[in-house]
């Protein structure tokens, strides 16, 4: 396993474990900074995996 890749893994146990799950709401309905923050994590974990 590479080096870019423990670092999203690493990036995607933070994430669980600081911010807001966004999963239990209306993605369509979510204010700009909170669409940011589903896109971010979305983005960290597809690299992790």
Do not use: E
């Given at each position: 396993?590479?080096?870019r890749?423990?670092?999203?893994?690493?990036?995607?146990?933070?994430?669980r474990?600081?911010?807001?799950?966004?999963?239990?709401?209306?993605?369509?309905r979510?204010?700009?900074?909170?669409?940011?923050l589903?896109?971010?994590r979305f983005?960290?974990?597809?690299?992790?995996l």
């Amino acid at each position: 396993m590479n080096f870019r890749k423990q670092g999203f893994r690493l990036l995607a146990r933070l994430n669980r474990a600081l911010l807001p799950k966004q999963w239990h709401r209306d993605l369509t309905r979510l204010s700009t900074p909170r669409k940011l923050l589903a896109a971010y994590r979305f983005w960290v974990t597809r690299n992790a995996l």
